[in-house]
């Protein structure tokens, strides 16, 4: 029976927490276990929250962040003191400049020991208090059901992101007095005044070369359909933010509005729509750094900026500002009677520029020792599943998912906009654990793939299915780039040296495989996919390749 199913017992505050939570509808909690909140864990014992025990607190959090962006219900992590929480920050850190909600639980010294050097002992806001949207201290039991129930709504209003609850842990195992839960309070999704539609329609009827950027969270399949088939009517364009690909479909009967997406790997013909548009509509996300390539590029164009808070992180001009839930604006958009006149010409260049880019050309020439990874790509495209998610976290190998693979429904996209090495299998292990019925594959550099690759025993352990593919080029392939580009026959810093990974992943259960040859990966995928584990291909790639072709 869970805590919420027992009114007649009253909490602990450990107890009252977890109750909390399933009242919120939070199916599963990742974390490294910590003396600070025993009682936490004490409660999840009989509850229907499934515990997730990971082996680093940064897959724990990276796994909470994914789960934040696939279901937009609040990722949970549990870690504990100074170094667990130490080792969680890079989550909160890419669940704030990412949007994404997410929830951190750190375990504490007690309360009559704070300021006296105690073991592990750290200033909780002091660390977090710049890239959270909150930090809060529970510091009275009886308010557990009600801190939980604020960070969940914090988390998710507005423009989403991590709140951080410290929890000290004689606090914890304090009694309560109650067994009460409190109501979930909901998050607020404001209508859309109808003079601000009325004006945005206006502008798009005046413009003709209208641009609409999409991003951010809260996409459905619903709103992003609608918005790509009412764009493709209107011959508008539509680009995406960095790693914001899944907010709209790509392909529409094989002729949509889609047109690519902007940031780094960005397409020449995408920063010039960027650069040419007469009017821009960012929906929900700003433009910001990676966007207009370094506060360079569309910064005058008229602009109409769409997001659930306020203008964080923008740049460039704002002729109208509405502070609304893109997607739901986007529906109430399409429903608006307007006749644009657009440039045709104009969209049509971009949608065949576009197809160009985006169609895979493998090498010509084939190499016997290597991994073709376009040609990988131009498989993939074939055997994966129309909903299939999608994982990588940073580096050069993410060129090739970002380019080659497509995406026809919202949640099929976990990848860190911020830039955080490390996130692609974690990801993988929670989409696996939250959509069991999806197929879902990672690509990970060599170095992105070792810093939380241990994260494959947590898969093994909780049976989450993935294939990864480990691009292995035996280098910091970014950042060699940067330094060949920098200081030319200079390398230093950058080596890699790799193990055997398709062993390497045997060791812990899971399916191992090299690859040398893209010729040989159809069979060798479709072993691993067949194989029901987590599943790890070892593609061994040419130290010298860099990036796709060029196909602009």
């Known amino acids: 029976m869970s805590n919420a199913e027992s009114p007649e017992r009253p909490l602990s505050a450990g107890h009252l ?6 009242r919120e509808g939070i199916q599963r909690v990742y974390g490294v276990p910590g003396e600070s909140f025993l009682d936490v864990l004490d409660g999840l014992h009989d509850s229907p929250i499934s515990t997730v025990v990971t082996r680093h607190e940064g897959g724990a959090g990276f796994m909470a962040l994914a789960e934040g962006r696939l279901t937009g219900l609040p990722g949970v992590a549990m870690v504990t003191r100074g170094p667990g929480a130490a080792n969680a920050f890079i989550a909160v850190h890419t ?38 949207k909150k930090v809060v201290m529970l510091d009275d039991p009886a308010a557990a059901s009600r801190v939980v129930a604020e960070s969940v709504h914090t988390a998710c209003s507005g423009r989403p992101g991590p709140v951080v609850i410290g929890l000290p842990e004689d606090v914890l195992t304090q009694p309560t007095g109650t067994s009460r839960t409190v109501q ?30 999409v991003g951010g969270e809260g996409w459905t399949a619903e709103s992003g359909q609608e918005l790509i088939r009412w764009t493709t009517d209107h011959s508008i364009p539509v680009l995406a933010d960095f790693r914001a690909y899944d907010a709209v479909p790509h392909d529409l009967e094989g002729a949509g509005s889609f047109v690519g997406s902007l940031g780094y790997g960005r397409s020449d013909h995408a920063a010039r729509l960027l650069d040419e548009a007469d009017l821009t509509v960012l929906l929900g996300t700003p433009r910001g750094d990676v966007l207009s390539d370094g506060y360079t590029r569309g910064l005058d164009s008229e602009t109409v900026l769409v997001l659930p808070g306020d203008a964080r992180g923008h740049c460039g001009r704002i002729d109208q500002f509405i502070a609304a839930h893109a997607p739901s604006l986007a529906l109430d958009l399409v429903t608006t009677p307007t006749a644009p006149d657009a440039d045709v010409a104009w969209f049509k260049a971009a949608r065949v520029a576009h197809d160009r880019f985006r169609t895979p050309v493998p090498e010509s020439a084939a190499d016997s020792a290597h991994v073709d990874l376009t040609a990988v790509m131009a498989v993939l495209r074939e055997e994966l599943a129309p909903d299939a998610v999608i994982t990588y976290g940073a580096g050069n190998h993410a060129l090739w998912p970002a380019r080659y693979l497509s995406h026809g429904s919202p949640a099929s996209l976990i990848a860190p906009r911020n830039g955080a090495m490390g996130m692609g299998i974690p990801a993988a292990v929670a989409a696996a654990l939250t959509f ?4 879902v594959v990672s690509v990970a550099g060599d170095g992105c793939f070792l810093m939380n690759g241990q994260e494959t025993a947590t898969a093994v352990g909780y049976g989450a299915a993935f294939v990864a593919l480990v691009v292995d080029n035996g280098c910091y392939a970014t950042i060699r780039e940067h330094q060949e580009n920098a200081y030319p026959d200079r390398p230093s810093g950058t080596h890699l040296t790799n193990p055997d990974f ?10 191992g495989e090299t690859v040398r040859s893209a010729d040989d990966f159809r069979e060798a995928y479709r072993r691993a996919r067949a194989s029901g584990l987590p599943a790890v291909l070892h593609l061994v790639q040419d130290p010298a390749v860099r990036a796709p072709g060029s196909a602009d």
């Open 17 to 22: 927490i977890v109750a909390q939570l399933e």
């Open 95 to 132: 669940a704030y400049q990412d949007a994404t909600p997410m929830i951190l639980f750190v375990g504490l010294i007690p309360v009559a020991d704070r300021g006296r050097e105690a073991f592990q002992e750290f200033d909780l806001s002091g660390w977090f208090g710049s890239t959270a």
């Open 184 to 213: 979930p309070l909901e998050v607020p999704r404001p209508r859309v005044a109808e003079a601000d539609v009325k004006e945005l329609v206006h502008r798009l009827e005046r413009a003709k070369r209208p641009l609409v950027v």
């Open 436 to 439: 069991p019925e999806r197929e």
């Open 502 to 511: 398709a062993a390497w992943a045997r060791s812990y259960g899971a399916y």
